[in-house]
């Protein structure tokens, strides 16, 4: 495997420059690596939307994925190789519990198996307990629209903590509430897609339910390390104008503010529950005190800023333009000074003195196995720097986590973009390390 050692394929920062404890990991998540056909898993939300024509790019689904289902020892070593700490992986409820309800013993044992092979490597077990993969049985019954999908979810967080608790180093409940609501339900660029504010209000506020019952359960379980992991984009108006300010401002509180803030203080941002007021589900307000628990850390997936002008017609009135910085191979354009910014904001405006968390930042990339990757390398290089100035002023970040370990099902865009450390070949199932991984474990061990 070629590892091409030049300025420019190394990164400039190294373990030393971060505090003491400060924790590397990696992240994947079920459905996008496993192979959703092995093992008994249940058909997901994901499966059904991949076989609704033109949903998703080519029709692509998770049924071979990376095939980790088999290889999983394989990529375990390549975390251990890589000198990281921990590893962020998810536990997919399908596979669990194939129709949501009933458990498959082989799921579970998959899982077990596998954070024992991490233990056995030193690695720090980090779990999300719901990455997306929805049992297209509690789809089918409604879904994110019900409120008896965030008491099916507490009952599956029970199964899991019982089997694997006594393991894990920290566990979240739901992976970036705002995409399995908002971009799923509103947009509806992701499974279910669905689209329109009245579906959205429901599933924001029963995502956040989820979130709350499901860390009800850990805490009353003794879990260790109990946490969230949230997307955050650095959101700007497209103009000065007070029309532009007034869309970004509501954007921001659909990503940014409604489940911290909810999470953190116990309450909805009122701009947003202006729009969401005639569609919330009856007794709302009496989740609150439950989505409110006490957090151990607060985790902070990143990828970029957004610009933000104001449409005509109907709530919240606002629609994304294309800004002049780099793009990845995703269209985002690169702004490492937005993570700092945003991490500063996270922890003045809702976290206090919790432990914060990159739990995830990365960038697709039109990698080949034989190209070296340099623009990853100088997106981590520029983003672990951020991390840097924001620790400097103060805030409590205890871990940085790369999306991803290797190249993966990336969702709506099937097997095109590619976020890995590691290349894959979804024709052999063939791991390559890119140039970046071999500079991480350099940064790593300096
Ligand atoms: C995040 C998701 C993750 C992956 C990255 C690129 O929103 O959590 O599964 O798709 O984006």
């Known amino acids: 495997m070629k590892d091409e050692h030049s300025a420019a394929s190394d990164l400039t920062i190294a373990r030393s420059d971060f505090p003491q404890d400060f924790l590397f990991s990696t992240a994947t998540s079920a459905y996008q690596i496993e192979g959703h056909s092995f093992g008994g898993a249940g058909r997901t939300h994901w499966d059904a939307f991949a076989a609704q024509p033109g949903k998703v790019d080519r029709g692509e689904d998770g049924a071979i994925a990376c095939d980790h289902f088999h290889r999983w020892p394989e990529d375990l ?147 260790a390390n109990v946490g969230a992991a949230s997307n955050f ?88 333009v294309s800004g002049d910085l780099p793009k990845t191979d995703m269209g985002w354009e690169i702004y490492p000074e937005g993570l700092t910014a945003l991490l500063k904001r996270v922890a003045s405006d809702f976290t206090d003195d919790t432990p914060l968390f990159i739990t995830e930042n990365g960038l697709a990339n039109p990698d080949t196995p034989s190209r070296p990757d340099l623009e990853r390398i100088d997106f981590y290089d520029k983003h672990l720097k951020a991390c840097l100035a924001a620790i400097e002023t103060g805030v409590p970040l205890v871990g940085y986590t790369a999306w991803s370990l290797m190249d993966n099902y990336e969702w709506t865009l099937g097997y095109d973009k590619r976020f890995g450390l590691v290349h894959v070949d979804f024709e052999t199932q063939s791991r390559t390390p890119k140039a970046s991984y071999h500079a991480l474990a350099r940064a790593l061990a300096r």
Request: with cysteine; glycine share 10%; net charge negative.
């Open 77 to 223: 070593d390549l975390i251990r190789d890589c000198g990281l700490d921990a590893y962020r992986f998810s536990t997919s409820w399908a596979r669990i519990m194939p129709d949501g309800v009933n458990v498959n013993p082989e799921g579970l044992d998959f899982y077990d198996k596998l954070v024992d092979g991490m233990l056995e490597r030193g690695i720090r077990p980090m779990a999300t307990l719901y990455h997306w993969e929805l049992p297209e049985t509690l789809s089918q019954q409604g879904g994110w629209l019900t409120g008896d999908v965030p008491r099916r979810f507490a009952d599956f967080t029970v199964v899991v903590a019982n089997r694997l608790g006594d393991r894990l180093y920290s566990v979240a409940p739901v992976n970036e509430p705002w995409c399995v609501s908002w971009l799923s339900h509103y947009a509806g660029y992701h499974a279910p897609g669905l689209t329109g504010v009245a579906n959205a209000a429901k599933a924001m506020h029963h995502v956040a339910l989820a979130h709350g019952l499901s860390a009800t359960v850990l805490r009353d379980k003794g879990i």
């Open 233 to 320: 984009e650095y959101v700007l108006p497209a103009t000065d104008s007070a029309a532009d300010q007034k869309a970004a401002q509501l954007y921001d509180g659909l990503v940014n503010r409604w489940f911290a803030q909810a999470m953190f203080k116990g309450s909805y941002p009122e701009d947003i529950l202006e729009g969401f007021l005639p569609h919330m589900p009856k007794g709302w307000q009496d989740d609150l005190s439950i989505i409110h628990q006490k957090l151990d850390w607060f985790g902070v997936n990143y990828y970029t800023c957004k610009r933000i002008h104001a449409t005509d017609g109907v709530w919240p009135y606002g629609g994304e």
